[in-house]
């Protein structure tokens, strides 16, 4: 059961396909893997392979010669990333962050719980201080967004906090 650590030592990053192959093929008819498998590769992909979706993903790196570099290195994230992403999904699905705010976040190594414990040391202030000092970017959290971020977590936990 307790795997983590040695996955999280086992995988460098997850790739993320489709910004990296919409920037290598801004004219694309359709960035469904299977057709852009068809159209470059020449050949179809059985649906529900996963091992399949892979070795396309690859060769399709292959075609238009990926290599390391800073083109990549924007569409790799490591596991914590990943899992920091996963966790602020409930803060995009109430609409509070946009997919880019919570992957700014995520990079950043910000998910859900620290910003509920920011926001629990100093419920005024304690988000819009942490927000600003972890980037300039993510200003675009600011204002009515800051606001019904403090609102989503004083409502979601309000008997929480006397539990804790």
């Known amino acids: 059961m307790d795997k983590l650590d040695a996955f999280q030592k086992a995988t460098s990053g997850f790739l993320a396909f489709l910004p990296l192959i919409r920037g290598l093929v801004p004219n694309a008819t359709s960035y469904l893997l299977n057709s852009l498998a068809e159209t470059y590769l020449g050949r179809s992909i059985s649906e529900g392979s996963a091992l399949e979706a892979v070795l396309a993903m ?3 790196c292959r075609h238009f010669q990926v290599r390391l570099g800073p083109r990549l290195t924007l569409n790799i994230f490591s596991v914590s990333s990943l899992q920091c992403f996963s966790s ?5 699905q109430a609409a509070i962050l946009s997919r880019r705010d919570a992957g700014l976040l995520a990079l950043r190594k910000v998910g859900f719980q620290k910003l509920l414990s920011v926001h629990r040391d100093d419920p005024q202030q304690g988000l819009e201080r942490y927000l600003s000092f972890l980037n300039p970017q993510l200003t675009s ?5 800051l606001r019904a971020l403090s609102a989503y977590f004083k409502n979601k936990f309000k008997g929480a906090s006397a539990l804790a």
């Open 58 to 60: 690859r060769d399709l």
């Open 141 to 145: 959290l600011s204002g009515p967004k």
């Open 88 to 92: 602020l999904q409930p803060l995009m």
